[in-house]
Structures are given as structure tokens and as C-alpha cells.
């Protein structure tokens, strides 16, 4: 499967615990984006990156937040103190920059805070 | 407020019918995709369109980009129980690939 992969599907967590999704792009993919999806709602953007550089995070991402991608191939969403507010699925997709106006999304890391 | 509204949220049909919904958008857009999302999966990509007045199509499925890119609309005919889903309207502003999504129509077709 060549697709955008990511991991946990599934986290449950206590409130004020960190937990940490990990995604991989398509391989030949320079772009990397992370969305966060409640019920009911539309992905909401949080951030993008170009190779290993951020180039933009949503007013959404609170300093809770980080989001990494040290050598421009996988990425990383940490969530620290978690709350419960914080509960949804954080989705991850890629694009290649150039070839169009086409993002791939993966299958999400549902996030349950209780 | 949304960048991109969809309409109607909701909406549930009987196999055989046909269907549109709706995406629109005060603001222009360089390019519009529709995804498909069933539940506890991401979104999988339908179809994307560039051009204004594009008219593409997918099986059953018809696509049109408005002719001043601000808006879309997906035609289901004949639905059937399998097209079930979240049907997700995404919109990018300046080609810098940054989506702005709306919140979906979600579709249920009864057999």
C-alpha cells in the first residue's frame, strides 16, 4: 500500500496525558498537512509543510501543539496535557507541489481524551 | 463563519433518485475537489476542477466548477445505497495547496 499512512487509528487517553500520532506521507510527496475533524464538521486545517519547513499553523493549534517533520519524509502531531476539547480525528494528507491541486488524506488517528 | 457552505446538511433518499448538492463560496478558488468520507475513514478524493464552467464526469456522478470559480455542485443520478456518505466540498484559494473544507452534506440512500 503506497498510500498516506498513519498510526495509532485509535488512541484513548486520560485528560493531561501527551500522546503523539505519527504520519507518512506518499513517498515522492514534498507537501505534508494536518487536519483535525470533529463529528459532524468538515477537516479543519491546523498545519502544512514543505520538506522539513512549517510554513503555516492554523490560530487553532495552541501551544499544546507541535507538529514536526525532521527530515521532510514523516511527520509527527504531539498533543501535550491533553483536554478534552481535544477529542477528534486528526487526519494527515500529502501532495506533491507541482503536479496539480491534489491532496491524498490517510485514514485518521481518532483521539478519544476521557 | 465558513469560507465554504454546503447545502443541504443533510439528506435521505430512496435508491433511484437523484440528487444535487450544493458548495458555494463568496470567494474565488483556484481549484474545488470533492471527497467522499465514510465513518472513521478519511476523506477519499472524488474528482478535482480547475476551470471555470468545468464539467467533469464520474460514473453517476456529475461535477460542475461555477463560472467565476466561487462555486460547485455535485448531481447523483439514480443514487443507490453504496453512494451513502459524507460528501466534502474543498476548496484552494491561491494554489498554495492549503484546503479550506466545508462541513459536508451527509447523504444516506435507503434501498
Known amino acids: 500500500d503506497t498510500g498516506v499512512s498513519q498510526d495509532p487509528r485509535h488512541k484513548i487517553t486520560k485528560r493531561g496525558q501527551n500522546v503523539t500520532f505519527r504520519c507518512d506521507p506518499i513517498s515522492e510527496h514534498n507537501r505534508l498537512y494536518w487536519y483535525r475533524q470533529t463529528l459532524g464538521q468538515g477537516p479543519e486545517f491546523l498545519t502544512y509543510?514543505?520538506?522539513?519547513?512549517?510554513?503555516?499553523k492554523s490560530r487553532l493549534l495552541s501551544d499544546r501543539f507541535s507538529a514536526e517533520r525532521p527530515k521532510g519524509s514523516f511527520s509527527t502531531l504531539e498533543i501535550q496535557r491533553t483536554e478534552q476539547g481535544d477529542s477528534a480525528m486528526y487526519l494527515c494528507?500529502?501532495?506533491?507541489?507541482?503536479?496539480?491541486?491534489?491532496?491524498?488524506f490517510g485514514e485518521g488517528s481518532w483521539l478519544t481524551v476521557v | 463563519t465558513q469560507l465554504l457552505e454546503q447545502s443541504p446538511q443533510f439528506l435521505s433518499i430512496q435508491e433511484g433518485e437523484n440528487l444535487t448538492v450544493y458548495c458555494n463560496s463568496s470567494s474565488v478558488f483556484s481549484s474545488l475537489q470533492w471527497y467522499r468520507q465514510e465513518p472513521g475513514e478519511g476523506p477519499v478524493l472524488l474528482v478535482t476542477v480547475v476551470t471555470g464552467g468545468e464539467v467533469k464526469k464520474l460514473k453517476r456522478l456529475t461535477f460542475q466548477f461555477g463560472d467565476a470559480r466561487k462555486d460547485s455542485s455535485l448531481h447523483i443520478t439514480a443514487a443507490q445505497p453504496g453512494d451513502t456518505g459524507l460528501y466534502l466540498c474543498?476548496?484552494?484559494?491561491?494554489?498554495?495547496?492549503?484546503?479550506?473544507f466545508g462541513s459536508g452534506t451527509k447523504l444516506n440512500v435507503k434501498p
Open positions: 509543510f514543505q520538506n522539513e519547513a512549517q510554513l503555516e
Open positions: 494528507a500529502s501532495s506533491f507541489q507541482g503536479t496539480g491541486n491534489t491532496i491524498y
Open positions: 474543498a476548496g484552494d484559494r491561491n494554489n498554495f495547496n492549503k484546503f479550506y
